[in-house]
């Protein structure tokens, strides 16, 4: 029997998390997938699997971009977006959804907002990774990671004189 089946989705996130962080993304995409398979609206679960994505990102292209698990925990829907049998479909990545779950996605999610502007600047797509980060601030104005990655687009986009704004923030 596979140890994985028996575990409550809060056990597995919190495993996928922790092989995350310990720079092993293979095994996180595989605890963070059985986590949302338990739980498909958990939506810090889904931000990490972004995370794991980027990650993976270098080594091999998988089906799922990490924008998509992003898009997903950011998103607002509305009843036409909803399928039969509870699916959203966006942009080709189908989720399946419990019923009870409402239809409203945290907007404010500052970990799938910092996610999305990284998987922006590593597509080299500065200039929308930078509103993204403007969102972050507008939000926390005095979070020093946001400051920092904001800072390091800044500097990726040439633009020395916010670059210096931002390091003397």
């Known amino acids: 029997m596979n140890v994985l089946s028996s575990i409550c989705f809060q056990e597995l996130y919190y ?13 996180a995409k595989e605890y963070l997938d059985r986590a949302i398979k ?3 609206s958990h939506l810090n679960a889904l931000s990490a699997r972004g995370w794991t994505e980027i990650k993976l990102l270098r080594k091999d292209a998988g ?3 990490p924008d998509h698990y992003f898009a997903y925990v950011l998103k607002e829907y509305n009843s036409q977006s909803l ?4 699916m959203y ?11 009870t779950f409402s239809f409203y ?8 907002l910092l996610g999305l502007s990284k998987y922006l600047e590593t597509c080299h797509d500065f200039f929308t990774s930078m509103d993204k980060q403007n969102q972050i601030l507008a ?11 904001k800072m390091k687009v800044s500097l990726s986009t040439q633009d020395w004189d916010q670059a210096t704004d931002l390091a003397l923030r």
């Open 15 to 27: 495993g996928g998390l922790y092989h995350e962080l310990s720079g092993k993304p293979e095994e």
């Open 38 to 40: 338990n739980d498909p």
């Open 139 to 149: 939000i926390l104005p005095n979070w020093v990671p946001a400051i920092v990655e």
């Open 89 to 99: 479909k966006i942009n080709g990545f189908t989720q399946v959804i419990k019923k």
């Open 105 to 112: 996605r945290n907007r404010k999610h500052l970990d799938a």
């Open 83 to 86: 399928t039969k049998k509870g």
């Open 63 to 65: 089906p799922q971009t």
